[in-house]
């Protein structure tokens, strides 16, 4: 069946850096879309970031453009998050996601979500 | 940013009774060329990652008891629970994927009255 696990959370201090893995199994990864959604501590779901198949194009959201880069290795079926300068308000649990059912343009990617993996939490305190 | 409001908040509702949530985007996500809502409902259980329910508005993911229904179009969606169960219990969410970036209702707590 599908699969996503991510690993790679932890407590780590402001300005500190740290990199997420999502492996993907169960489905042909090089065809889909990829992307991460955190949600802060009792809050709802927020964007991150979205890397296309072939991981020629990636899109971030206004808070963490500069400071995160989303990778993928498609011969290891892995995403990725590298996150570096980490703030207070990027604690969250950091979820790998499969895009579905749209597309991506030249400024952004358009899907629905499914499946979303367990996630793994990033507390970002000193 | 298309803002995605969802009412109520918090819904207690007994269990084999209707649940209603409401979710209101702040345009259209309704693409003309193809006359698809792009919006979508997840559900989050307690501890767990949020599960597909929906998408294109009404369209029930294989899997999805089909007591679950969305319906709506334009800026106006609705996710109906038609007979409530216990392990209905959980946070829905709604999700546009109209415009980039794809934002998220606040969530509505459906619990057991």
């Known amino acids: 069946q599908v699969q996503l696990e991510e690993s790679g959370g932890g407590v780590v201090q402001p300005g500190r850096s740290l990199r997420l893995s999502c492996a993907a199994s169960?489905?042909?990864?090089?065809?889909?879309?990829m992307y991460w959604v955190r949600q802060a501590p009792g809050q709802g779901l927020e964007w991150v970031a979205v890397?296309?198949?072939?991981?020629?194009?990636?899109f971030y959201r206004d808070s963490v453009r500069g400071r995160f880069t989303i990778s993928r290795d498609n011969s290891e079926n892995t995403l990725y998050l590298q996150m570096n300068s980490l703030r207070g308000e990027d604690t969250a649990v950091y979820y790998c996601?499969?895009?579905?059912?749209?597309?991506?343009?030249?400024?952004?990617?358009?899907?629905?979500?499914?499946?979303w993996g367990q996630g793994t939490l990033v507390t970002v305190s000193s | 940013d298309i803002v995605m409001t969802q009412s109520p908040d918090s819904l207690p509702v007994s269990l084999g009774e209707r649940a209603t949530i409401n979710c209101k985007s702040s345009?259209?996500?309704?693409?003309?060329?193809?006359?698809?809502?792009?919006l979508a409902w997840y559900q989050q259980k307690p501890g767990q990652p949020p599960k597909l329910l929906i998408y294109?508005?009404?369209t029930r993911e294989s899997g999805v008891p089909d007591r679950f229904s969305g319906s709506g179009s334009g800026t106006d969606f609705t996710l109906i629970i038609s007979s409530l169960q216990a392990e209905d219990v959980a946070v829905y969410y709604c999700?546009?994927?109209?415009?980039?970036?794809?934002?998220f209702g606040q969530g509505t707590r459906v619990e057991i009255k």
């Open positions: 996601v499969r895009g579905v059912g749209g597309y991506c343009s030249t400024t952004s990617c358009y899907h629905w979500f499914d499946p």
């Open positions: 169960g489905f042909t990864f090089t065809t889909y879309v």
């Open positions: 890397i296309s198949d072939d991981g020629s194009k990636q």
């Open positions: 345009q259209s996500l309704l693409y003309r060329s193809d006359n698809k809502n792009y």
């Open positions: 294109w508005a009404s």
């Open positions: 999700q546009q994927y109209y415009s980039s970036p794809p934002t």
